[in-house]
């Protein structure tokens, strides 16, 4: 098993910035590739980004490339997901996952998720 809890969310302006963390707890991290994820209401939850076990690699949403940034500390069990020029339609609930490899197909067959942290994008 392996435990997420994010952190990190807040209510800030359009334009502004916020880095959550995950913190994972259990199994090895650097075992798993880890992703955030993020569901607004009435909406299905969509991908963001993953970053590779060792960090070499990192994928994004095409709407949040060049505003986030994800990355992760092997050594701290933790990954973060920094984000600048905020937009209101950011505006969700975030999730940390973890997998031992690349998802294909559902999100829903993805491992172990956190509990979320919310973001709000004022405009």
């Known amino acids: 098993q392996v435990q997420l809890v994010e952190s990190g969310g807040g209510l800030v302006q359009a334009g502004g910035s916020l880095r959550l963390s995950c913190a994972a707890s259990g199994r090895t991290f650097s075992n798993y590739v880890m992703y955030w994820f993020r569901q607004a209401p009435g909406k299905e939850r969509e991908f963001v980004a993953a970053?590779?076990?060792?960090?070499?690699?990192?994928y994004y949403l095409n709407s949040v490339q060049g505003r986030f940034t994800i990355s992760r500390d092997n050594a701290k069990n933790t990954v973060y997901l920094q984000m600048n020029s905020l937009k209101p339609e950011d505006t969700a609930g975030y999730y940390c996952?973890?997998?031992?490899?690349?998802?294909?197909?559902?999100?829903?067959?993805?491992?172990?998720w956190g509990q979320g942290t919310q973001v709000t994008v004022s405009s």
């Open positions: 996952a973890a997998s031992p490899t690349y998802y294909s197909g559902s999100y829903r067959s993805i491992d172990y």
């Open positions: 970053i590779s076990r060792t960090g070499g690699s990192t």
